[in-house]
């Protein structure tokens, strides 16, 4: 009881056990094995174990017992660990999942960290590495909880990125934008993927189409050709001293983007229908079809090197 | 980075993903890979009951629960396998065999846990002429486990205490 007492929880947004105690989830379809796992990070950090014996059971017992962290084995008949890991993302952001491999698999680990699992642990290292792996992986993740309480207090979010041509970057700028995508109408995964892919779609074009000029008509002629005029021009004047600005704006109703491109632009006037693909052939149909999809407002300026992109928060999400 | 042992196929990848999963873990592996693991050496010992009630906290309690945990799972993981083997189905005897191994290295029993993780090698490559001849080897060894196991409980009733 004294270990319990020294390394009582302190952190107020826990789910605790009644004794103050981290309540955690062990999976895996060995009895033996998981008492043996529970029983470790029990005795070394006093947390409070609850089982389960397969991704499925697993699920619910996150739902009925509310562990602030998943250890799981990763061969399980029915819903094995990877499948767990995946679902258990979508499901519970907050909660993370730690892998116990078998002995010597590591290649099935990192597809496991590609499901996103926060870490893994060999079996046959758990009495060294399992109480210290879990305690750290579960700072970790009270970091991010507190920030996503501190992103739910969020009034505006005003920002403003300046890129070069270099597509590499546009996805870390996609997934920054995404997180202050919290307000109740905004926040659900559908609205933050499709917001996502509107964005990419349309710093894509800003950067393809707008500042390297490169058309969607040699891209259908294969990738090849498209890639390679899009590098020679990435380090060619006057391309290459372009530059594509964002700015963004987010509030409890409603986030709106407006990419800028520093290329000749395009008469928006000579689209008299947005879905009329013969006349965006230098724009990106399927991309400006993704945008205008996904988002509730598209308009462009008068010059045609400015998007401007408007998702509201949906009604029924209670705007604030 | 301490938090983390590996054997990684490709450690480059193994270590940038881990490095992106935990914040503050480095790219890099360390200086030493662990060395490859090899099935027990014949001589391994049916049971390391240190090494057992170390990782049980030298819980009795718990001991003697891990004990009849044991005797159900390992009694229906063997049936699974006999059945396997029975019909010749080498995918539904790889399942029990690694389930078994994985409990067999819990248990620090390391005889068993070797003939175990020869079996699944040979149910996975589809080898059941060599499976049919190892399976009685991981039978006898699983008894000999049992009898050193009960040894063990005997050793360290629940009664006095719970501690050893």
Redesign the interface.
């Known amino acids: 009881m004294t270990a319990r007492l020294a390394q009582a929880e302190h952190d107020p947004e826990a789910a605790q056990g009644e004794d103050g105690a981290v309540t955690f989830l062990v999976v895996d ?5 998981r ?2 796992a529970g ?2 990070v029990e ?1 070394a950090l006093g947390w409070r174990a609850v089982y389960a014996e397969d991704g499925r059971s697993a699920l619910a017992a996150i739902e009925s017992e509310k562990p602030r962290i998943v250890l799981t ?1 990763l ?1 399980m ?1 029915g819903m094995g660990g990877l499948e767990l890991t995946a679902a258990v993302g979508k499901r519970h952001p907050l909660v993370p999942v730690v892998l116990m491999t ?3 698999n ?2 099935v ?2 597809r496991a ?2 499901e996103g ?11 060294d ?1 399992l109480a ?2 879990l305690e ?2 579960l700072a ?1 993740a009270r970091v991010e909880r507190r920030q996503q309480r501190l992103l739910g207090r969020l009034d505006v979010a005003e920002l403003r990125f300046t890129l070069d041509n270099d597509r590499s970057l546009v996805p870390a700028v996609v997934t920054h934008l995404q997180q202050y995508l919290v307000c109740p109408g905004l926040s659900d995964p559908t609205t933050k993927t499709r917001v996502g892919v509107a964005l990419e779609e349309a710093l894509l074009n800003a950067i393809y189409h707008g500042n390297l000029e490169v058309s969607s008509e040699l891209r259908q002629q294969g990738e090849e050709p498209f890639h390679r005029l899009a590098d020679e021009r990435r380090r060619l004047a006057p391309y290459s001293g372009r530059r594509v600005h964002v700015a963004a704006r987010i509030t409890h109703d409603e986030a709106s983007f407006v990419i800028r491109d520093e290329g000749p632009g395009f008469d928006p006037a000579a689209l008299p229908d947005p879905t009329d693909f013969a006349n965006l052939g230098r724009v990106g149909r399927r991309g400006l079809l993704l945008i205008r999809t996904f988002m509730d407002e598209v308009r462009y300026n008068p010059t045609g090197n400015q998007i401007t992109l408007v998702k509201r928060a949906r009604e029924e999400g209670g705007t604030l | 980075m ?9 450690p480059s ?2 270590w940038a ?2 490095a ?4 503050g873990a480095s790219a890099v592996p360390p200086a030493e890979d662990e060395p490859p ?1 090899l099935p027990a050496a014949p001589d391994a010992v049916v049971l390391d009951g240190a090494a057992l009630l ?4 030298g ?1 009795a309690g ?1 001991l003697a ?2 004990l009849v ?2 005797e ?2 390992c009694g229906r993981l063997l049936g699974e396998m006999q059945a396997a083997l029975a019909e010749g189905d080498a995918d539904r005897l790889a ?1 029990p065999a ?2 078994l ?3 067999l ?3 620090s029993a390391g005889a068993s846990c070797a003939v175990a ?1 020869r079996l699944e090698a040979l149910a996975r490559r589809g080898e059941l002429a060599e499976a049919q001849r190892v399976f009685p080897q991981l039978e006898a060894e699983i008894g000999r486990l049992r009898t050193a196991l009960a040894a063990l409980g005997a050793a360290h009733p629940t009664s006095s205490g719970e501690r050893v």
Do not use: C
Not at chain 1, 29 to 33: E, F, K, N, R, T
Not at chain 2, 2 to 10: E, F, L, N, Q
């Open positions: 379809d060995a009895p033996v094995d008492l043996i029983s470790i005795r084995d061969n008949p078998a002995f010597g590591e290649e680990a990192l960290l590609r699992a926060a870490s893994y642990v060999p079996k046959k290292s758990l009495d590495l210290p792996t750290q992986v970790v | 301490d938090g983390y042992v590996a054997k990684p196929v490709r990848d193994l993903a881990l992106a999963a935990v914040p693991e170390r990782r049980l906290g819980n718990l629960r891990i945990l044991f159900g799972d399942r690694h389930t191994k994985g409990t290295g819990n248990l993780v």
